[in-house]
Structures are given as C-alpha cells and as structure tokens.
C-alpha cells in the first residue's frame, strides 16, 4: 500500500497544480504570469478561499488529527510497559520509554509550531495579494514570505 501511495501522491499533487495554473497562465509583453490571469474575480476568490481551508487549516487539522493519535498510541504502550512492573531493569527501560516519548512530542511540536509560524506569513500575502491590492508579486515582501516559507522545509528537513 505504502508504494502504491508514493507515485499518487506525486501524480496527485501534479494535476491539482497543473489544474489551476495552465487555464491562470499567460505571457504579455514577453512576461509569463502565473495565477494571476483568472476568467473573474470571483474564480479568484473561490481559488484563494479553497487553497486557504486546503493547504492551511486542512494540513493544520490533519496535525492535529493524526500526533494526536501518535500520542495516544505511545501512552496506550507505556500503560502496557508499566503494568509490566516488577522486571529487573524495568527503571532503565522507563527512563528509555520516557525519553523516546519525550523526543516525538518534541519533534511533533517543533513540526507544527513551525509550520504554523513560518507558513503563515505565506497564506496571509497570497490572502492579501489576491482580495485587495495591498500585496503584489514581485514586492520585498512576497520574496520574504517566499523564502519563510521555504524555511521550513529547511528546518524539518
């Protein structure tokens, strides 16, 4: 199953791109535009709205969702370890226990909160850029949040 997802996810992730940015695409005065060439306002809006709730509040809740599950896991585990008290070395093995779940909230935190906090800046110019004419392509900023975002994958990586 696990190799079957890997060619879909990249497959997927190509059509959903591809899908809004050809029919968004175009070339004036020898200058190509990306997603910035919409049929009305309100296909941005509908566009900027959904990729907000997708890319944003939807992998934030998948976190959420599934670390949750993580953590309920590794308690469900060190309830199980602990009932099994009385075994020689079973401190050793606590303290072990306690410092591999210790490293994954760790690690679960540090990927959320950075997410959040480097990706933000992001989703709130592309809000910007797209509702009002506030924020443009090509200003300090969008390379700021550009680079903020790409941060991330940096830091996790």
Do not use: E, F, I, P
């Given at each position: 199953m696990t190799l079957s997802l890997i060619p879909f996810t990249w497959i997927a992730?190509?059509?959903v791109a591809w899908a809004w940015t050809i029919p968004t695409t175009g070339v004036v005065d020898g200058v190509c535009y990306t997603l910035m060439r919409w049929k009305s306002h309100k296909d941005r809006l509908a566009f900027v709205a959904w990729y907000l709730l997708t890319f944003f509040v939807g992998l934030n809740l998948t976190f959420i969702f599934c670390y949750g599950r993580i953590l309920i896991v590794i308690?469900?585990?060190a309830?199980?370890?602990a009932s099994h008290g009385g075994i020689a070395g079973s401190t050793i093995a606590q303290a072990?226990?306690?410092k591999t779940k210790a490293k994954i909230v760790k690690t679960m935190i540090?990927?959320?909160v950075l997410y959040v906090v480097l990706w933000s800046p992001g989703y709130?110019?592309?809000f910007l850029m797209n509702?009002?004419?506030i924020a443009k392509?090509?200003?300090v900023a969008f390379y700021i949040v550009i680079v903020m975002g790409y941060l991330y994958n940096c830091v996790i990586d």
């Open positions: 992730g190509y059509a308690r469900r585990q309830k199980v370890m072990q226990s306690n540090l990927v959320s709130c110019h592309n509702t009002t004419t392509v090509g200003d």
